[in-house]
């Protein structure tokens, strides 16, 4: 029903009721129902640089007017780009060029760019120009600047005859968004509600005993999770009907941080699980648990408990954590650990002790990797 249809409709409904006139709830401005809409544009910003390098610029510079060279291509703002950069300048003058090569999005792209130009040092030889906001199409896939590279190249004093122009794009991005009927997106509570599964053990049609402890699970998560873990234990050689499993080898701590993983798709550590117990290392449960995550093509896992020991290093574990590294080969727990031991407050500390010697002895490409390690400080 229209505003207009409302009104008459009411006129009608007071000439039949006349004495209603007085209530002011029934006026003409408070029966008319207001519809108001929104909406709502954001604009967004990717800035992205390329350095492209020029050696040998004195040779360019002799070349005729119209020769370019031609950068590798480089991606900003999820657009393909590339630099064509003309020594002598072109017929229209311009020495530098933005080219957008090829998109992943269709339509129109718009961005805006800088030229500076730079020494090998990274010192600027020549003042940055900036470019208009700038659509780019099909129509229009390059955009050209003029860049002072060769008036006064006497007074650069070059190291190595090598230019550098560094180009800065910030794409544009808007969007539309429309606020009439705004919709509240709830947050997730898979983890929550698959952790609370695994607490109470609510419909657990398998028990794992480790260490002497109980632990209750589902196979459909399990396997879901872990399909090497499952058909370890639950695949087709197995009893059908077996819902009790021994698992040998592991520490129940181990298996319980496992779990936990498995149905939270986290790990805070083994800090909040052993709480105050002084008999339990946290540093070598948490290697445990990523042999075991290994093990079971537990990658997040793994690369969480790799992160841990990592940011853990010290000088009472490093020899130990390089060398367990080292037998797993887990590159980034061995270059923190490297990296750790190159410093100088570190090095003379630890190369001396019989563990390191021990080290050394039973993998003797670490020390050429740690003298390599120094070299690079």
Request: charge should be positive.
């Amino acid at each position: 029903m229209t505003s207009e249809n409302r009104n008459n409709v009411l006129e009608s409904f007071l000439r039949c009721f006349p004495y209603l006139a007085k209530f002011p709830s029934l006026s003409k401005s408070h029966l008319t129902a207001e519809n108001v809409t929104s909406s709502m544009v954001t604009t967004e910003e990717a800035t992205g640089s390329h350095l492209f390098k020029i050696k040998g610029h004195s040779i360019q510079n002799l070349t005729g007017r119209g020769h370019f060279l031609k950068s590798a291509t480089f991606m900003v703002g999820g657009y393909n780009w590339h630099l064509m950069y003309y020594p002598n300048g072109d017929d229209r003058g311009n020495s530098i060029y933005l080219c957008l090569k090829s998109s992943q999005k269709e339509g129109n792209v718009r961005a805006r760019w800088t030229c500076t130009v730079l020494d090998q040092n990274g010192r600027q030889l020549s003042q940055s120009r900036t470019s208009d906001i700038v659509t780019f199409n099909g129509r229009m896939n390059r955009v050209g600047l003029r860049v002072h590279t060769s008036p006064v190249f006497g007074s650069w004093d070059l190291k190595d005859d090598c230019v550098v122009l560094k180009c800065t794009i910030t794409v544009v991005k808007e969007s539309f968004v429309d606020t009439s009927n705004p919709v509240v997106m709830p947050p997730s509570k898979v983890q929550q509600q698959l952790g609370y599964l695994l607490r109470t053990g609510y419909e657990a049609d398998v028990t794992f005993e480790v260490d002497g402890e109980i632990f209750g699970g589902h196979k459909c998560i399990i396997h879901a999770r872990s399909p090497v873990f499952s058909e370890k234990y639950f695949g087709l050689t197995k009893e059908k009907f077996d819902t009790k499993i021994k698992i040998k080898e592991m520490n129940a701590l181990v298996f319980k941080a496992l779990l936990h993983f498995i149905y939270n798709d986290s790990f805070p550590g083994f800090g909040k699980i052993i709480g105050n117990d002084e008999n339990q290392d946290s540093g070598l449960l948490t290697q445990e648990l990523m042999v075991v995550a290994d093990r079971y093509g537990l990658e997040r896992l793994r690369i969480v408990c790799e992160k841990i020991l990592s940011h853990g290093v010290d000088i009472s574990n490093v020899v130990s954590l390089l060398s367990f590294a080292e037998s797993h080969s887990y590159n980034h727990l061995k270059t923190s650990c490297l990296k750790f031991l190159a410093s100088p407050n570190t090095f003379g500390a630890v190369v001396e002790t019989e563990q390191f010697q021990y080290l050394v002895r039973c993998h003797p490409l670490i020390l050429k990797d740690l003298l390599e390690k120094r070299d690079c400080k």
